[in-house]
Nanobody
Framework: QVQLVESGGGLVQPGGSLRLSCIVS????????MGWYRQAPGKQRELVAAIRSGGRTNYVDSVKGRFTISRDNAKKLVYLQMNSLKSEDTAVYYCNKDSSSYSEYWQWGQGTQVTVSS
């Protein structure tokens, strides 16, 4: 069973930056298209950034130009660099397979809390 472990969240002031990491426990990580999701209180989980196995990336409009998704296949890691953070970015962030490419997810990890507040 694939395990997902997210880290790197925290409390940051508006305009600040954070880098999230997710380690994926599968030996064939490199073939999967991956995504970062977030879920704010009272809202549905949404896909905010995706990276295909070949490295092509996509972002939801609200984070374009501020967030960057990347991956290290050798280390089985996917990253989310978040810059110019806004209060509306406050959420629990998760990684998983890219929902636009697959019909099923791996079991969700615990996520990492990002709080943007002054």
């Amino acid at each position: 069973q694939v395990q997902l472990v997210e880290s790197g969240g925290g409390l940051v002031q508006p305009g600040g930056s954070l880098r999230l990491s997710c380690i994926v426990s599968t030996s064939i990580f490199s073939i999967f298209h991956m995504g970062w999701y977030r879920q704010a209180p009272g809202k549905q989980r949404e896909l905010v950034a995706a990276i295909r196995s070949g490295g092509r990336t996509n972002y939801v409009d609200s984070v374009k130009g501020r967030f960057t998704i990347s991956r290290d296949n050798a280390k089985k890691l996917v990253y989310l660099q978040m810059n110019s953070l806004k209060s509306e970015d406050t959420a629990v962030y998760y990684c998983n397979k890219d929902s636009s490419s697959y019909s099923e997810y791996w079991q969700w990890g615990q996520g990492t809390q990002v709080t943007v507040s002054s």
